[in-house]
């Protein structure tokens, strides 16, 4: 079975995002005082052959541990969908 991952990548709260704090303080400047607190990631989409849903989040996650994220900077969240 096919399915399809898709894979949200974050900088760890604890950590400074001096990507999200320049975009905050942009935010200002263009009009938009009331947004705060940008953090920016990445999204990762990914294909799937697995026997089962279950099967397809484990592969997901060893790919997150292994290549797609730093977990000594970022955490991950996974969402696993059937791929039609």
Known sequence: MKFKA?????PLKALLDPQ???VTGSMKNIGLPE???VR???HISIE?????KEAAQK???????KL???PIMEFFE??????K
């Open 40 to 42: 920016i990631g990445k």
């Open 6 to 10: 898709e894979i949200n990548v974050m």
């Open 59 to 65: 592969k997901a996650e060893e790919s997150c541990k």
């Open 78 to 83: 996974i969402s696993i969908e059937e791929s």
């Open 20 to 22: 999200g704090k320049a």
């Open 35 to 37: 947004i705060t607190n």
């Open 48 to 52: 799937i052959e697995a026997a089962s």
């Open 68 to 70: 797609l994220a730093n």
